[in-house]
Structure formats: C-alpha cells, structure tokens
C-alpha cells in the first residue's frame, strides 16, 4: 500500500479480523503448548529479567491472554489490554482477571500504576500518529522508579515504513489484515525523541506466517530516562 499511516478503514479491518478469529486463534496458534511457541516463549525468557516478583505488569494487545499468562509465571501481577472484545473473550476463558477493553492511547489506569509495560503484537498495528499518543501513555503509567533495569517491551514489524495489507489463513479461512513497518534508524529515533533509552534489541520471526520472514519483528527493551 502506498502509505505510511493507517486509515480509519485499515483500522476497523484489523477490528473486524480480530473479532472474527479470535476462538480459531486462540486454538491454533496462541494456547498451544511452549515447545511449538519458542519465538514467543524465548520472547518472554528476554523480559523475565527486567521483572521483579510482586511487580505489576501491563500487556497492551494482550490478544487470547497466552503472554499475559506466561508473564504471570514471573510472578508479576499483569493486566491486560485490547481493543477486540471477542479475544478478550477467549483470554477471559483461559486466565483470571485483569482483562480491559480499551485503546492504548486512552490508557484507562492511573499515573505511576506499573512497573513495567509489554507492547509485543499490538506495535505492528500503531502507525507514527499512534506512537505520538501510545509512547507518553505508557510513560505515563509507568511508576518513576530510576533503579530499574528497564521499563518496557515494545515490538515492531521491520521494513521501509509503508503499510503492508496482507492475508493470513485460520482455520481453512482466508481473511485480509493491516499493519505498519518501521525502519531500525526511524523507530529509534521516535524512542529517543521520547526519552526512551534502548536496554537491548533484536531482531526475531514469528507471527503472521505469510511475512514472518519478509517483516521481521524488532523486539526492544527501553527504559525511561525520568
């Protein structure tokens, strides 16, 4: 597509495909068992030590709720956020509480309410607009506590910062979704320029298996300089 920001009908596509997938989902991809999901299960060894047991953790797109309720086994206490209301559905099937509709940018939490934010899937479907809103959102909540090794996980999908439309096959059904692409150096910059300090980063597969490999996500751990 050639553009680099989502439109309203990207968006209410990408709702629309959530909605209608979340059971298929759920079964085929996100609740299987550890061995089958190593990139996700690798994803969440890199972010164990950057919680503290008793921490209280945020995942914004916390989808069917399978990284929410591995980031549990830490022994972080974690609340999860989505804009599907059908996924959370599922994820409300599988773990305990904790689970909000609600969109990033709108935060519906106080200040100062976590000690650390898990952005993995959701971040391919933020555009620089989103992240102008999203960023000081997850700052915003983030509690002020300077002797942590990090405060975040963000995820984005790597390429040359068009929009990307493509087609992913669940459960025999072929169904179209949106998502944005980043380069390295621009969405480094969109950290620094909001005062995020990157910890690590790295570059991994998985997800959509159609662009796995031709959109590799950027996995990044940041920390705030307050």
Same mark, same amino acid.
Request: with cysteine.
């Given at each position: ?5 989502? =439109?309203? $009908? ?8 959530? +909605?209608?997938?979340?059971? !298929?989902? @759920?079964? &085929? ?73 609600? =969109?990033? $940018? ?8 976590? +000690?650390?934010?898990?952005? !993995?899937? @959701?971040? &391919? ?102």
């Amino acid at each position: 597509m050639d553009t680099r920001f989502l =439109d309203e $009908s990207a968006r209410a596509q990408n709702r629309e495909f959530y +909605d209608a997938i979340a059971a !298929e989902y @759920a079964e &085929e991809r996100a609740w299987i068992p550890h061995n089958e999901q190593a990139i996700r299960s690798n994803l969440l060894k890199r972010v164990k030590p950057y919680l503290r047991t008793g921490d209280k953790a945020l995942v914004v797109g916390t989808g069917t709720g399978r990284d929410q309720d591995l980031l549990q086994e830490t022994g972080s206490e974690c609340y999860g956020i989505d804009l599907s209301s059908a996924m959370l559905a599922e994820a409300a099937g599988r773990i305990d509480d904790h689970l909000l509709q609600g =969109d990033a $940018s709108l935060l519906p939490f106080k200040d100062d309410s976590f +000690d650390f934010v898990y952005c !993995e899937a @959701a971040g &391919e479907h933020m555009d620089k607009n989103d992240l102008a809103r999203v960023l000081p959102e997850f700052k915003r909540v983030i509690k002020k506590d300077i002797g942590r090794k990090a405060h975040f996980l963000f995820s984005v999908r790597l390429g040359d910062g068009h929009v990307v439309r493509v087609y992913d096959t669940i459960n025999s059904i072929v169904r179209p979704k949106v998502f944005t692409t980043y380069g390295q150096e621009a969405v480094n910059k969109i950290f620094w320029k909001n005062d995020m300090r990157i910890i690590e980063q790295q570059r991994t597969f998985g997800g959509t298996p159609s662009v796995q490999y031709t959109f590799p996500w950027l996995d990044t751990i940041l920390k705030i300089n307050f």
